[in-house]
């Protein structure tokens, strides 16, 4: 079975100082790499996703993810974050298993953005 | 987001009673999901459907049964509300043969 790890829990930066979040995965077949962004109270909004080709992934907002096989990462990055990046960010792999493909999750990184 | 709705998006129930969850869909999706979300575990599988009256466990089915009886409409009954199914239940769904998942606004459910 496929699994997810985020190994930060609790992310504190000053705005404008530069953001990596780190996830890495467990799967031995193709993946699809999602991460997904929770903002207080709200559901889970798409950042971005690799399905395949240019490793180095941008999504909304800024943000970009770059796909690594051979460590079998995908990190979050930020150049410059600011106070409304607030939120808990989650690192996601879809995997072809059984009766359907299902996205399994990491635990989740809370990140604060401090003026 | 459109296409998706939870019902209702909060409940406080009792122990020892039965819940039921709604998850309805306007976009003719096969696929449909339910995962309940608790800190410091983030999101956890508990069933999914591939069809009509075509469901599977995910991860943490233990004391949950789902039924989907027609595309649109995705049930998550808790037989017998136990305080530590107190969580915020995210329902989710995606079309054949793409990748992309569309997640609805949650239910938040304490049991008492």
């Known amino acids: 079975a496929q699994s997810v790890s985020q190994h930060n829990h609790h992310v504190i930066l000053s705005e404008a100082a530069s953001l990596e979040l780190g996830c890495n995965y467990s799967y031995g077949g193709t993946v699809n790499l999602f991460w997904y962004v929770q903002y207080p109270g709200q559901h889970l909004q798409l950042l971005l996703k690799y399905f395949s080709g240019d490793p180095l992934v941008k999504g909304i907002k800024g943000f970009e993810a770059e796909f690594i096989k051979s460590k079998f990462s995908f990190n979050l990055r930020k150049p410059s974050v600011q106070w409304s990046d607030t939120a808990e960010y989650f690192c996601a792999v879809n995997a072809d298993t059984g009766t359907a493909s299902k996205l399994t999750f990491g635990t989740g990184t809370r990140l604060q953005v401090t003026l | 987001d459109a296409g998706i709705t939870q019902s209702p998006r909060h409940k406080v129930t009792e122990t020892g009673t039965p819940v039921t969850l709604r998850c309805h869909q306007t976009e003719n999706h096969r696929y449909m999901y339910w995962y309940r979300q608790d800190p410091g575990h983030g999101l956890r599988l508990i069933h999914y459907s591939y069809g009509v009256k075509d469901t599977d466990k995910g991860e943490v089915s233990d004391g949950y049964s789902v039924s989907r009886s027609k595309t649109e409409d995705f049930l998550l009954t808790l037989e017998s509300a136990t305080s530590s199914q107190t969580s915020v239940y995210f329902c989710?769904?995606?079309?054949?043969?793409?990748?992309?998942?569309?997640f609805g606004s949650g239910t938040r459910l304490t049991v008492v």
């Open positions: 989710a769904i995606r079309g054949q043969g793409s990748y992309g998942y569309t």
